[in-house]
């Protein structure tokens, strides 16, 4: 049974930054392509960003570019999402997501359907 655990959340003022990070057990993480997505309170669960099982590959929603980056080290079975420049609407619950056996491009992973496994989630509050 693989396991998503999420962490690095927390308060920060609007224009800060923080790193939110996922480690995996109990599967082949080298074989996933990982997601990021939030939910904020009244709000369906939405796609943030996506890294393909090598990393090469990245995708992200138009309203977090250029402020978020997703990188991974498959040795560390750990994936991140760099935050800078955090907005109040960037406040949510960030989950973490496998697709296990993906290999194609991270741009073919920003729905939640194509996602096997999820995390329990980390709250990122940012304050105006």
């Known amino acids: 049974q693989v396991q998503l655990v999420e962490s690095g959340g927390g308060l920060v003022q609007a224009g800060g930054s923080l790193k939110l990070s996922c480690v995996a057990s109990g599967g082949a993480f080298s074989r996933y392509a990982m997601g990021w997505f939030r939910q904020a309170p009244g709000k369906e669960r939405e796609f943030v960003a996506s890294i393909s099982w090598s990393g090469i590959s990245t995708y992200y929603v138009d309203s977090v570019k250029g402020r978020f980056t997703a990188s991974r080290d498959n040795a560390k079975n750990t994936v991140r999402l760099q935050m800078n420049s955090l907005k109040p609407e960037d406040t949510a619950i960030y989950y973490c997501?496998?697709?296990?056996?993906?290999?194609?491009?991270?741009?073919?992973?920003?729905?939640?359907?194509?996602?096997?496994?999820w995390g329990q989630g980390t709250q990122v509050t940012v304050a105006s």
């Open positions: 997501a496998a697709a296990r056996d993906a290999f194609a491009s991270a741009r073919q992973y920003s729905e939640t359907s194509k996602y096997d496994y």
